[in-house]
């Protein structure tokens, strides 16, 4: 809970755009995504987790959706992702789960290795012109992890 209420307030410094991957998914709007999404999905935040492997923050930054990049300069991008997502600055491997998605829309749980860590993130993504690109990344809760 403590992670999740300090991307909040990262959040609203700017980073807004981000929202749980888990709302559409529960309510039945998406699909399991075909091969060829699948594969672009999947290509596109492998592309970011090897531009952050490889320190290239402005091109892991390029991966993000046009909103997005609208409202969070590369700066805030870039402290947002070392503040609260270091899993994801240090990875060092990925493994993505089932792709879902509405055609505009995506959504994909990925599991994140870093050398001295791991964590499983929600990812969005959303359907532009230049292709798929990433709308938010939340830290992923399992069911019933609120509960006592």
């Known amino acids: 809970m403590k992670r999740w209420m300090t991307i909040a307030a990262a959040l609203a410094g700017g980073f ?15 699909h399991a995504s075909k091969p060829d999404v699948r594969k672009e999905v999947v290509a596109v935040i492998e592309a970011q987790l090897t531009a952050f492997r490889a320190g290239e923050l402005k091109k892991a930054y390029s991966f993000g959706a046009a909103a997005l990049r609208a409202q969070t300069p590369l700066r805030a991008f870039v402290a947002i992702v070392q503040n609260n997502y270091p899993e994801i600055l240090a990875n060092t491997r990925a493994e993505f789960g089932l792709v879902r998605d ?9 599991h994140v290795f870093a050398k001295d860590a791991d964590a499983p993130y929600d990812y969005v993504l959303v359907k532009e012109r230049a292709g798929w690109r990433i709308s938010g990344v939340l830290p992923h809760r399992a069911a019933g992890a609120d509960r006592l």
């Open 16 to 30: 807004a755009f981000v929202a749980p991957a888990r709302a559409q998914d529960e309510d039945g709007g998406t």
């Open 102 to 110: 509405d055609g505009q829309r995506a959504t994909v749980r990925v």
